[in-house]
C-alpha cells in the first residue's frame, strides 16, 4: 500500500517536470508567447496601433423642415441715391387771358349741344304726347281719356303725379283748349270759388293773375256753378262741380 502510493507521487512530479519545459516563462518569452500561464498577474502591454478608418457611411435621409424664426432687427438704413437727371420741360401753359378765352369757347361750345339736345327731347316730347299732350315751357300737359266730376279729377291727377290742368297765361290756355279739342270734350280746370262765391282761385289758394272768361262769366247760375270748364274756344265757363267732364292733368 505504502509502496502504491509512493510510485503515484513520482509519476505525478514527472509530468510537472514535462509540462514545464515545454511551456514559456514569463521572464524569457513574455515578448513570444501568446499564452503566459504564470501564477502572478501580468503587466499591462503596450498599446496597439491605431486601426484604419472605415468606410465611409451613406447619407441619410433629409430631416424635417424646422419651423421659420423670428425676423431679426431691421438692419441700418442704406446709403442715399445720388440725384436723379431732370426731366424734359412740359410745354408751355396758356396765360390768363388766353385760358379764359378757352374757357368761353368750350361754353359756348356746350351750349349749343344743350339747345340741340333740348330741341331733340322737345320733339321726342311732342311725339310721345300727341295726341293726347303738350308742353308748354316746363309744363306738360296730358289726359287719358277718361272723364270724372271735380272731386274724382283732382284725385286722378294726384294718384298720378300732378294736378287738374289750372292754365297761368294764355300759352297754357292754348295748350288746354287744343287737347280738349282733339277729344272733343270741354275739361274741368284746377279753379273755383268753393271757399268764396266769386273769388275763384287756384287749387293751392293763389289768386288767378290770369283768366279767359267767357262772355257774363262767371254767373252762378242757379248758385250752384263753383267750377270752371273750359270751352273749345278756350273761352272759360263757371259750371257745377258735379258734372262729368274731360280729365287733363299738368305735370
Known amino acids: 500500500m505504502h509502496f502504491h502510493a509512493f510510485h503515484i507521487l513520482l509519476l505525478g512530479m514527472s509530468l510537472v517536470r514535462e509540462y514545464s519545459s515545454s511551456q514559456c516563462t514569463c521572464e524569457e518569452k513574455a515578448n513570444t508567447c501568446t499564452f503566459i500561464p504564470c501564477g502572478i498577474p501580468g503587466s499591462n502591454g503596450l498599446p496597439g496601433r491605431d486601426g484604419k478608418e472605415g468606410p465611409k457611411g451613406e447619407k441619410g435621409e433629409l430631416g424635417l423642415r424646422g419651423t421659420q424664426g423670428l425676423p431679426g432687427k431691421a438692419g441700418p438704413s442704406g446709403p442715399k441715391g445720388e440725384k436723379g437727371s431732370v426731366g424734359e420741360r412740359g410745354p408751355t401753359g396758356l396765360s390768363g387771358g388766353q385760358e379764359l378765352n378757352h374757357l368761353k369757347i368750350q361754353v359756348r361750345e356746350l351750349q349749343v349741344q344743350l339747345k340741340a339736345l333740348q330741341a331733340t327731347v322737345s320733339k321726342a316730347q311732342k311725339v310721345l304726347l300727341f295726341p293726347n299732350g303738350m308742353t308748354v315751357g316746363e309744363k306738360i300737359f296730358k289726359t287719358e281719356g277718361s272723364e270724372g266730376n271735380f272731386e274724382t279729377s283732382k284725385a286722378a291727377c294726384s294718384q298720378a303725379g300732378g294736378l287738374l290742368a289750372s292754365p297761368r297765361n294764355s300759352a297754357e290756355n292754348s295748350a288746354i283748349q287744343q287737347i280738349a279739342a282733339r277729344h272733343k270734350k270741354m275739361p274741368f280746370l284746377g279753379i273755383n270759388d268753393i271757399q268764396t262765391e266769386g273769388t275763384f282761385k287756384h287749387l293751392n289758394g293763389e289768386a288767378l293773375g290770369y283768366s279767359n272768361w267767357a262772355s257774363n262769366e262767371p254767373n252762378n247760375s242757379e248758385g250752384i256753378e263753383d267750377c270752371v270748364e273750359i270751352h273749345s274756344s278756350g273761352k272759360w265757363n ?14
Open 238 to 251: 263757371d259750371k257745377s262741380c258735379a258734372e262729368k267732364r274731360l280729365i287733363i292733368c299738368e305735370y
